[in-house]
């Protein structure tokens, strides 16, 4: 639904859904992912003249399960800040949302011989490059959140 608020406009899903406390946020689909949002559209400041002035091409988007929030105010064109401010998005959860790690990293009694998970291996150069995520894949946040979260499970050691 959208509501006016003065200069500001407010898109928010009206369907959302339980989250568990460790949702895998990252894996889901753009429109899942997006149904979890709030969305408000603002006017910069800043340089850009008289058309900048004059619309709320700002966006800001503010993921309502972890309170995640990513501004872009850089492009003239409402469209393009909603997919960048997006896209931010989802690098901010990723190094801001911690889970429990795939394994124990400082139980010395379990097999060192651990699978790295498959987020982990799709971003590491140690795998194929034609098979390898880049990091404008948009699942690359997910490899560097489980990095992360086992850095910080064996206390970044």
């Known amino acids: 639904t959208w509501s006016g608020?003065?200069?500001?406009s407010v898109a928010q899903?009206?369907?959302?859904q339980?989250?568990?406390?460790?949702s895998d946020y990252l894996i889901l689909s753009e429109e899942d992912l997006w149904n979890q949002c709030q969305m408000e559209t603002f006017r910069a400041s800043g340089p850009g003249g008289q058309?900048?002035?004059k619309t709320d091409t700002a966006v800001r988007v503010r993921h309502l399960p972890t309170g995640t929030t990513a501004t872009a105010t850089e492009q003239r064109?409402?469209?393009?800040?909603?997919?960048k401010a997006f896209e931010r998005l989802r690098w901010k959860i990723a190094l801001s949302v911690r889970r429990p790690p795939p394994f124990n990293p400082i139980d010395s009694s379990s097999d060192s011989n651990y699978d790295i998970p498959d987020e982990l291996a799709a971003i590491l150069p140690t795998r194929a490059k034609r098979k390898r995520l880049g990091a404008k894949h948009y699942l690359y946040p997910l490899g560097i959140q489980?990095?992360?979260d086992i850095l910080v499970a064996s206390n970044l050691s």
Do not use: I
């Open 5 to 8: 608020a003065g200069s500001r």
């Open 13 to 16: 899903c009206t369907g959302r």
């Open 18 to 22: 339980e989250v568990p406390e460790y």
């Open 51 to 53: 058309h900048r002035n």
């Open 77 to 83: 064109s409402q469209k393009q800040n909603r997919s």
């Open 146 to 148: 489980v990095l992360l």
